[in-house]
């Protein structure tokens, strides 16, 4: 019986996981951590039965912990809570399904205590890709990444050498406005933005795919993941999302995954690597679709990734501060307060307006993504 911990158990991944557990039958959730809602996190504990459970406030953690006070379940709270999750003496492998940078404690804890990453926090490796690699290798543990592309990536260089790799592709669908101009994004509402063509995310990743933020992280994340130059990195449209990511490698080959848009997959191949098992839903048939087109990405419509490049290409603390401040400006825009191309404005000028720390630590890292905070707040 695998043992599992997920932070963010509440949220589009973390409940996907959950039905990847629900289809296996031979999974055992050890400890939950979520936000902010409760009713679905009792729901949770009723049926899987964790030892643990964690809420961000103490006020929640109360709530739930009234729910279900008829359970052997303890519940924490706060980034100690969260803590306590990560490094949950049972479980095997980290789920990390929780949005934002509050992930990064949890996952080098976690790494420490000798867990398996099952990584779907995207923020851990934007920001401290430097010290989660190394980490990785010196405590033996492994990064299995849950991203549908990351995990594309992942599936096509299983049993290659990761020092022939020429090239990685990073597929994008292109999001709800692939198309649109510049002039024409001006008035895109909040409802609009969160109309993915393919696949279903939560409020910001959707928001983040619109702006083309989504795959700058990605970009970023890759980075480290595979270990290549983020010039080495294309971004290539594939509208109907159904090749995940390719990798080129030096005598040209290009090897590619292909299937539905279904985040079941990833996740179970990660919870199960190396071992593949039968996942039920839809199948690719290639007479229906008929045909697979590719676009270049508009960086003059959709600036945000040109930023995550130059932000990569500067490194240091500059990926912390375009995550920082597409964090911000996202969840600003998803409150009505600012428009749609107010979000890679505020990012491109909280990069003008930053000093590179080189190597940052932890310590570092988190002072920075305040200080990005700080400046948004007084300005916007």
């Not at 990195?233 to 995954?257: L, N, R, T």
């Not at 491109?348 to 993504?369: F, N, R, Y």
Request: glycine share 8%.
């Amino acid at each position: 019986m695998k043992k599992i911990a997920i932070l963010g158990s509440t949220g589009s991944i973390g409940t996907q996981t959950l039905e990847v557990v629900r289809n296996n039958g031979d999974i055992e959730i050890t400890a939950l951590a979520a936000g902010s809602n409760v009713e679905r996190m009792e729901a949770q504990i009723r049926e899987f039965r964790p030892k643990l459970a964690a809420m961000w406030t103490q006020e929640k953690a109360k709530e739930l912990k009234m729910r279900v006070a008829d359970l052997p379940v303890r519940i924490v709270s706060g980034m100690d809570g969260l803590l306590e999750v990560a490094t949950e003496q049972e479980s095997e492998i980290l789920v990390t399904a929780i949005v934002g940078m509050i992930g990064i404690r949890p996952t080098i804890a976690a790494m420490e205590a000798g867990k398996d990453i099952a990584l779907a926090n995207k923020e851990t490796l934007v920001t401290v890709g430097h010290i989660i690699m190394p980490l990785a290798k010196e405590r033996g543990v492994r990064i299995l990444p849950v991203d549908s592309e990351h995990s594309a990536i992942f599936q096509c260089l299983n049993g290659e050498n990761r020092a022939q790799i020429k090239k990685i592709l990073l597929t994008a669908s292109g999001g709800p406005f692939r198309g649109r101009k510049r002039e024409e994004l001006k008035s895109v509402q909040v409802e609009d933005t969160l109309k993915h063509p393919n696949w279903s995310m939560g409020r910001k990743v959707t928001t983040d795919s619109a702006t083309l933020v989504n795959k700058g992280l990605e970009m970023m994340e890759a980075r480290w993941l595979f270990g290549v130059e983020p010039k080495d990195i294309q971004i290539v449209v594939q509208p109907k999302s159904i090749i995940h990511s390719m990798v080129e490698f030096v005598d040209g080959a290009v090897i590619a995954q292909l299937g539905t848009p279904d985040m079941k997959l990833p996740i179970q191949y990660a919870l199960y690597y190396p071992e593949r098992r039968y996942l039920p839903g839809e199948r690719l048939d290639f007479w229906t679709l008929g045909q697979i087109t590719f676009e270049k990405p508009d960086m003059e419509s959709f600036p945000g990734l040109k930023l995550a490049f130059d932000a990569a290409a500067a490194g240091g603390t500059m990926p912390t501060v375009y995550n920082a401040a597409n964090e911000r400006a996202v969840a600003k825009f998803l409150a009505r307060k600012i428009g749609f191309l107010d979000i890679p404005m505020i990012i491109g000028d909280c990069m003008a307006a930053h000093q590179v720390k080189s190597a940052p630590t932890v310590e570092e890292i988190l002072d920075t993504e305040a200080a990005v905070y700080e400046r948004i707040e007084s300005r916007w």
